[in-house]
């Protein structure tokens, strides 16, 4: 069973830059300790006959065959773009930082 302590909350709430009140580090003490046991609870399942998941939906298979195709004209595909340039096949985007 996973004790968290109260310095190990106030650490991670620095680390994410959180200014927790006395009461939100009391109550994210427990609520992380109660996380941490289920986890523990998790990994102690044999999962070892358990194939491994590659998609969340039983619809896709976890394999699946590449296949080639026709692609959209570069032309097309630049048609909408901002400062396109078709020699290049690419468009300019603005800075994000």
């Known amino acids: 069973m996973s004790e968290l302590t109260r310095n190990e909350v106030e650490r991670i709430a620095k680390l994410a830059h959180l200014d927790l009140t006395e009461n939100e580090k009391e109550l994210f003490v427990r609520q992380l300790a109660n ?3 289920y986890f523990e609870e998790l ?3 044999d999962t070892s ?4 998941t590659a998609h969340v939906h039983n619809d896709f298979g976890t394999e699946r065959e590449d ?3 026709i692609s959209l004209p570069i032309t ?3 048609a909408n ?5 078709p020699e290049a096949g690419l468009f300019k985007v603005p800075r994000v930082i």
């Open 67 to 69: 296949k080639s195709g």
């Open 43 to 45: 990994q102690q399942l």
């Open 49 to 52: 006959g358990v194939l491994a």
């Open 81 to 85: 773009a901002p400062d396109p340039d």
């Open 76 to 78: 097309d595909a630049l």
């Open 35 to 37: 996380i941490l046991n």
